[in-house]
């Protein structure tokens, strides 16, 4: 079952802060966050496994609600490099992730 | 953190020929492996999970005639488009489990002409 992505494309300046977010309708074990660039392979973020936890690398960070059916993705004053196409991949245990639409970010000078 | 190798990266083919691509950990054992197709402006989507030493798994919609996996060892997986038509073109990316995190080869952009 496919998590639900929103919103599908943001247009940022350079500075601006985002919000990505990624739905389940049924409790999930873990998100795993990725980005892609154009003609690339999706790059690892990060993973998050319990319900209430944050956590974050430098000014990207994410989280993870209690009941383990929403997570969100923040990126903080946004720079250039941080345009590309964000997935979510959720899991229920030991399956392959699956993966949710992508949001395209553009970030502008 | 753990190393995906795929091979090649890109292919161009004729209509009705065969083409592999190869899916190696390099730095880990993969009792598992995962071929993930991707259109142009789309998601990734899971074709087939390969498992070593047995038959792969196929998601609904897939056809394991035209789309054959072979996971020989415990390093390699490999996914070969049978009787390629256009349609086939895509890009191909396999992907491995360590350490609770999914790793990804870079991919190979097929293109059938």
């Known amino acids: 079952q496919q998590p639900v992505q929103s919103p599908q494309a943001v247009i940022l300046r350079e500075g601006e802060d985002a919000v990505i977010n990624c739905s389940s309708s049924?409790?999930?074990?873990?998100v795993h966050w990725y980005r892609q660039k154009h003609g690339e392979a999706p790059v690892f973020l990060m993973i998050?496994?319990?319900?209430?936890e944050q956590k974050g690398h430098e000014k990207i960070s994410a989280s993870f609600n209690e009941k383990k059916q929403q997570s969100s993705l923040y990126l903080t004053a946004s720079q250039l490099s941080y345009s590309g196409t964000y997935f979510c991949?959720?899991?229920?245990?030991?399956?392959?992730?699956?993966f949710g639409k992508g949001t395209r970010l553009s970030v502008i000078a | 953190g753990a190393v995906v190798s795929q091979h090649p990266s890109w292919v161009i083919c004729k209509s009705g020929t065969s083409v592999k691509i190869e899916c190696r950990s390099l730095?880990?054992?993969?009792?598992?492996m995962f071929w993930y197709r991707q259109f142009p402006k789309q998601s990734l989507m899971l074709m087939a999970t390969?498992?070593?030493?047995?038959?792969?798994?196929?998601e609904q919609g897939v056809e394991k005639d035209k789309f054959l996996i072979n996971h020989a060892s415990l390093t390699l997986s490999t996914l070969t488009v049978t009787s390629a038509h256009p349609e086939d073109s895509s890009f191909y990316i396999c992907?491995?489990?360590?350490?609770?995190?999914?790793?990804f080869g870079q991919g190979t952009r097929l293109t059938v002409v």
């Open positions: 998050l496994l319990k319900g209430g």
């Open positions: 992907s491995a489990r360590a350490q609770g995190k999914a790793f």
């Open positions: 049924k409790a999930l074990y873990s």
């Open positions: 730095d880990f054992q993969a009792t598992t």
């Open positions: 390969s498992n070593e030493g047995s038959k792969a798994t196929y």
């Open positions: 991949g959720t899991e229920w245990g030991n399956t392959p992730l699956v």
